[in-house]
């Protein structure tokens, strides 16, 4: 294993071809579902191999975009004056445990939708809002909704469908914000955050004529809390000054004028946000220029679809390069799921352990739906610290892993024989869970040979000398938990 702090991938953005000195493999197919997902079980890999990239990578996105809404709750579409004829109880303890049912829904789409969910959990961490501010759980649903019928749609449709999200109205305080009293939170992070960057293309008057462009939404349909609606007599009728191009802008028009007027600023902004999350966090001038400004020009001739970005990224030479690989700092929801996706086991039902993942994945940082700021969580190295690192695999190891122990010991031996093909080579089996665990064997020798003497420590070493030792003996389920104990406590384990 390469670990790579700084990219120095030139490769181009041109469709990755297989060829005999760089192979489609196991390797590629793990690094791509670790990115574009939340990994992929060894017993799904056949699959990809049996078809070239860039068919595959079609496939997955398809997929993603074909899959079916979540079923919505019954509650979740009530303004909480309907709750009673509908048979739920409006309170603060009620309405916790719908704010709790929502983050659970989240996490649970991340597991069972691994491309929809991780780029729901990017587009979240963008499009930021935070559920302990706005405190309603009928909003937080919705938001999720918007999240997720929209991860990989029509960006400027997203944008213009989310700043009409009661959650964001609510938490950015455009539902404050009247002719005569406006309110300029949105507006800047409109442009700030979601759309151009920081400083980038807009000036504070168009901070301040944008604000009174998105007055008006002020008005609860049935009471606290209910749909919010657009109040005629609070939107600022003045003409207003945006981009230099007067009128009586209403919300609408600022996001036509927006994504007309400063349509490359946005691309090159949002391509370059999707290159840092999805392939490395180290980004120069030749990045830009090869990758970052070539999607753009994708992202505007496609009417800014987001799925012909994600096509292009993923299937290229850059994004199959060795030094795109282990670049990335897993999330906290990142190293639970991934380890869940790629053992395969049976952890027992998601209703069962579903509070610890939640808080666990809280205490280590990543409070899904709750982002510590409207620039959502930093990430990457942000996740680690001196700390953090003991604790998260120490969770791993006597949490989760555990889940899978008591449902049924022999699942582990079965892992082994399916992974390694039934191998009597404990060096072979060794590596081959290593390598479904990392994708590669560890960045050191000597990290990997420690872990083939962990292997064996329960067997005795004439076992192994006079290759008696297989799959079959009593201690092999011991054997390889120790195995997998050892490699998540791998600080390279912390990467992807």
Known sequence: MIINFLSCNTSPLTVFTPSASNLWDAIKVRHLHNRLGFGIETSQ?????????EVYVDELIDAAIN??????????????????????????DENAAFVDETQYTFIKELMDNGVRGRLMLFWHNHLVTKANEYKFAGYAFRYFLALQRNCLGNFKTFIHEMGREEAMLKFLNGFENTAGSPNE??????????????????????????SRA????????????????FNETTFDTDDKTIFEQTGNWGYDDVITILFTQK??????????????NFVSPEVDGDIRQNIIYPLAAIFIANNFEIAPVLRTLFKSEHFFDEKARNVIFKSPLDLIIQFITTTGFNFGDYD??????????RVFGQNILNPPTVAGWEGDRNWINSGSITFRSAYLCKEVLFWAWDQNEEQFRQFAIDISGNSNDAEVVSKDIFEALMGEIPYTLNDFETGIDI?????????????????GFE????QVRDLIEYIVSLPDYQLK
């Open 352 to 361: 069962i352990n579903k509070e610890s993942i939640k808080n666990t994945s």
């Open 67 to 92: 899959l079916a809404p979540t079923t919505i709750p019954a509650w979740a579409p009530l303004d909480p004056v309907d709750y009673a004829a509908n048979g739920f109880t409006y309170g603060e």
């Open 263 to 276: 349509s490359e600023l946005i691309a090159r902004f949002i391509c370059e946000k999707i290159y840092i």
């Open 185 to 210: 939170n949105y507006a800047r992070e409109l442009y700030e955050l979601f759309t151009l960057g920081e400083g980038n293309g807009y000036t504070e008057d168009d901070i301040v004529q944008t």
């Open 45 to 53: 890999i056949a699959n990809a191999l049996s078809k070239s990239p």
């Open 214 to 229: 998105l007055t008006g939404y002020n008005e609860y349909a049935n009471g606290e809390n209910s749909s919010i609606l």
């Open 455 to 471: 292997f064996k420590s329960r067997v005795p070493s004439n076992y192994f000398e006079q290759n008696i030792w297989t799959l």
């Open 475 to 478: 201690g092999v389920p011991l």
